[in-house]
């Protein structure tokens, strides 16, 4: 493997519904499986999924969430599409956030069968994802 990949693990209540949103919901792989934890490939990112006792829902974005910044709007919004025609769970619509600014970019959080909170963005202005340390705005001011 030539190329730095991250990777994280987080909490979910089984495999079936597991499989159902992040397989044929996202589109991940399946790599290693057992009963109580999975390997999943997203955009060439491992996801670890391990069983658990049921955690209880964020009243909102933070403090936590993960998901992918996109290279191109088309990548972007062809997920978008994709979890439209899958009828995945959009916790947060499809947003054009900071029109014209530097950090100006577009996102859609999903949230999963256990109440994980997954967010999608692509920036107009690729400089924006590390970068524009000018701005002192990082998120919404609620979530």
């Known amino acids: 493997m030539s190329k730095t990949i991250f990777?994280?693990?987080?909490?979910?209540?089984n495999i079936t519904d597991t499989k159902k949103f992040y397989v044929d919901g996202?589109?991940?792989?399946?790599?290693?499986?057992?009963?109580?934890?999975m390997i999943l490939n997203l955009y060439g990112h491992q996801l670890v999924a391990h069983v658990t006792e049921k955690i209880p829902p964020q009243?909102?974005?933070y403090p936590r969430h993960f998901g992918i910044v996109f290279p191109t709007f088309a990548d972007w919004q062809a997920l978008l599409d994709r979890s439209t025609?899958?009828?995945?769970?959009f916790y947060q619509s499809a947003k054009?956030?900071?029109s014209g600014a530097i950090t100006?970019?577009?996102?859609?959080?999903?949230?999963?069968?256990f109440?994980?909170?997954?967010?999608?963005?692509?920036?107009t202005h690729s400089e924006a994802i590390f970068g524009a340390s000018e701005f002192s705005q990082v998120g919404d001011l609620t979530g």
């Open 59 to 61: 009243t909102g974005i």
């Open 96 to 98: 054009h956030r900071f």
């Open 7 to 13: 990777h994280l693990a987080f909490p979910i209540e």
């Open 104 to 113: 100006e970019h577009r996102t859609f959080f999903l949230t999963d069968p």
């Open 26 to 37: 996202l589109g991940c792989t399946v790599g290693r499986q057992t009963a109580n934890s």
């Open 85 to 89: 025609a899958q009828n995945l769970n």
């Open 115 to 123: 109440a994980n909170l997954l967010e999608f963005k692509y920036y």
